[in-house]
């Protein structure tokens, strides 16, 4: 039962930009159990122009439903701290999560994917 | 033998009965034409369209269930129609001879008997994934309409598709939207105005073009015409600067209604895109956030009057309803705006715009404007988003009035309607143009839900008022925002389907609580009064998790935190 109130905890239904484990939202994901990579560690350098770029997509993309830049849970979860891999969390923008996520794979390009996760990685709740 | 003869006399003259009704059945189905939906008020035992009448009340006529007696109201039957995901059920039914129809996502008809859930048929539409999937709407649906011994529903991808009512079966399919590059379906209920089926897209948040609303023949299929909310003639492009039409969103995503006096069909229209940088789209952007009034025959603008003008908080008049009142001689159409504001048009259309007889204000913690001009309709003291600067603007984008309508009982004079309150802090940016009108999100901030200032949560009320002047009878607030549709009755009743699964009846005259009973999950949809075999009954979707709902989670946490967003029932009541 406390498994099942956490899944719906982090359940998201409108067209988000990630679906992820977070502290915020509980820790259900089976992915977000997946302890930290190189991939995800060496997120933490983005830089000034980066995070500009970045920001730029999420308010076009993903504020839909992800709130305050990632940093606040609202529609989605919050992303800041999530703890799927950078790669996973670009896998995630590319294909989304059926009935949670849209791919976003038609609307952003491999070199914006990797922006984007590179930015949520970096995101210090 | 004798027994055994009289069994099987019993039986043949049961198939026989059986037949007839069914016959019978399909004879008024079949007789439910244009005509017949123009005198919907005449038949109190139907709900034959998204608004039951054209007047938009969503008011029954029927009373065997009333004040008196609501105490004993029981659940009669649930009928379960499998998952729903991404949002619940959000269907407004429709009951026709004793049978209801309604719908759940991915645009899934379900067929089933009034009097006792059994199911008769079920419709699920092969939906293309490709083109849905890009939409935050997909695959929501909210409604059915009927005609012509057919049912109508618009899809997610982009079609309108016509199902026999008896049988279940595809009559036609027509594809409508061409949504290859991007999308913008549909997810509002169609409407049947005289031969044709009227349904209007999404597209409000999206950047593409042209938001169109459509009239299709209802019997063949053909589209007869197409009204592009922008860019379709050359008022709205000059309205439109550096050529933004081609990105600007718009759409009418929710059912109009037609006033036959005037021959008219009443649409509001989405809001345009992008959502927030106004730079991008320099001028009015007609003829996004308002309405329009058009001939149904040819789907010609008439009039239109814009609401909410260069719209700089996402505040469509698509939502709501188009309540139609005559009043000392006048004719009047009341309809809510997102933003909070209730204008109040004269439907005698004339030369130039719609004319304007009043604004009230439903809204209580609204800070986007200082008033709107109850003569002019006009704007006062808008407070415009700045670019790269904090603000905190009330409503949310969600809106201080929902999609989900109102009702409005003539034995009392009032329209009933709910206001959500809650705000949003938000940060605007200038955005790049979009390359391509690929139907993507075009959206240009972030934003977090929260209170409005002075208050220690987001709340909900409800309001009786008179509708055209918007004069206050009584109003009670609830902790967690009604989000689904209201019922009053001709029992003196008004049905309030709660966010926390309650469902509540309430003396419509006092708005006293009469009785209530626990649906075990929240409600985001329709609700409506029908008879089966002389029965009345009461008939609510349950279903939890439209993109306005969701909010819940946030501003409160538990118990919609946890509420399942992928499914819902049918809840039936009747009295034992």
């Known amino acids: 039962m406390k498994t099942l109130r956490a899944a719906a905890g982090i359940i998201v239904s409108c067209g988000a930009l990630l679906l992820a484990g977070t502290v915020a939202a509980g820790a259900a994901d089976q992915q977000a ?19 500009a770029a970045a920001k730029q997509i999420f308010a076009a993309q993903c504020s839909w439903c992800h709130g305050d830049y990632g940093m606040k ?15 996973e969390v670009e896998e995630r923008i590319r294909n989304g999560k059926p009935g949670y996520m849209p791919s976003f794979r038609k609307f952003l390009n491999d070199q914006q994917i990797a922006l984007m996760a590179k930015y949520i990685k970096s995101l210090k709740p | 033998m004798k027994q055994r ?32 939906l123009l005198h919907a008020d005449q038949n109190p035992n139907d709900w034959v369209m998204y608004h039951r009448t054209y007047n938009s009340w969503h008011f029954s006529p029927l009373d065997q269930i009333n004040t008196s007696n609501v105490r004993s109201l029981q659940l009669a039957w649930i009928h379960n129609p499998g998952a729903s995901p991404h949002g619940g059920i959000q269907s407004f039914p429709l009951a026709i001879d004793g049978n209801v129809y309604y719908t759940i996502a991915n645009d899934q008809i379900w067929a089933v008997n009034g009097a006792t859930g059994a199911p008769l048929w079920t419709f699920k539409p092969k939906i293309n994934e490709q083109e849905a999937q890009a939409t935050p709407y997909n695959p929501y649906n909210r409604g059915l309409a009927a005609g012509y011994g057919n049912l109508y529903i618009g899809t997610v991808d982009g079609r309108l598709i016509a199902v026999d009512m008896q049988t279940g079966k595809q009559v036609w399919d027509t594809k409508l939207i061409d949504v290859a590059k991007g999308a913008k379906g549909f997810t509002g209920a169609p409407l049947v105005v005289k031969d044709k089926v009227i349904v209007g897209s999404n597209g409000g948040e999206l950047a593409g073009c042209c938001g169109p609303i459509f009239g299709v023949d209802a019997k063949s299929g053909k589209k007869v015409w197409q009204f592009d909310t922008i860019g379709g003639d050359a008022r709205s492009l ?36 992008p959502d927030y940088d106004l730079a991008k789209r320099p001028g ?8 329009v009034a058009l001939d149904p025959d040819t789907g010609k603008l008439k009039s239109f009057f814009q609401e909410v003008p260069h719209d700089s908080w996402d505040f469509d008049g698509a939502v709501g309803e188009f309540v139609m009142l005559d009043r000392n001689g006048q004719h009047y159409a009341v309809h809510p705006n997102k933003g909070g504001y209730v204008y ?4 005698d259309i004339g030369e130039g715009s719609l004319k304007i007889e009043n604004v009230w204000h439903l809204g209580e913690t609204s ?40 009702s409005y009982s003539p034995d009392t004079g009032l329209y009933y309607k709910i206001g959500q309150e809650w705000c949003q802090d938000m940060e605007a940016q200038s955005l790049p143009k979009p390359a391509d009108y690929s139907g993507q999100m075009y959206m240009s901030a972030t934003y977090h839900p929260v209170p409005a200032h002075g208050h220690s949560n987001a709340y909900g009320h409800i309001d009786a008022v008179d509708p055209i002047t918007g004069k206050k009878t009584w109003e009670v607030i609830y902790k967690y925002p009604p989000m689904a549709s209201l019922l009053a009755t001709k029992g003196g009743l008004l049905f309030v ?80």
């Not at chain 2, 003869?5 to 007839?20: F, P, Y």
């Not at chain 2, 009015?284 to 956030?289: C, E, F, M, Q």
């Not at chain 2, 001009?373 to 704007?379: A, E, K, R």
Request: aromatic share 8%; hydrophobic share 35%; charged share 15%.
């Open chain 2, 238 to 273: 000059a309205s439109w600067g550096n050529d933004s039409w081609k990105t600007g969103g718009g759409g009418g995503w929710m059912t109009g209604t037609y006033d036959a006096n005037t021959d008219t069909i009443f649409w509001g229209t989405a809001n345009p895109a």
């Open chain 2, 497 to 576: 389907p709660g966010a926390d699964g309650m469902l509540e009846a309430l003396d419509a005259k006092t708005g006293e609580k009469l009785w209530s009973h626990n649906d075990g999950i929240g409600h985001d949809g329709g609700i409506i009064s029908y008879t089966a075999n002389d029965k009345q009954y009461i008939a609510v979707t349950t279903g939890w998790g439209t993109y306005v709902s969701q909010n819940l989670a946030t501003l409160f946490g538990e118990p919609f935190k946890s509420m399942p967003m992928d499914g819902g029932t049918l809840n039936v009541y009747a009295i034992p």
């Open chain 2, 5 to 36: 003869s009289i069994n099987r006399t019993w039986i043949v003259c049961g198939i026989a009965a059986a037949s007839l009704a069914a016959a019978g059945m399909q004879a008024r189905a079949a007789e439910l034409d244009g005509n017949a």
């Open chain 2, 344 to 347: 109040v048009y004269n439907r």
């Open chain 2, 367 to 406: 800070n986007f404007v200082k008033g709107v001009d109850p003569h002019t309709g006009q704007l006062i003291g808008r407070q415009d988003i700045t670019i790269g600067k904090h603000d905190n603007v009330c409503p949310a984008v969600d809106g201080a009035i929902s999609w989900n309508t109102g």
């Open chain 1, 73 to 87: 849970a609202d529609k989605g979860p919050q992303l800041a701290g999530t703890q799927m891999t950078e790669q």
């Open chain 1, 33 to 51: 159990q997946s302890p930290p990579t190189a991939a995800s560690t060496a997120a933490a350098g983005v830089t000034d122009a980066e995070k």
């Open chain 2, 284 to 291: 009015d952007n007609l003829y996004t956030s308002g309405v």
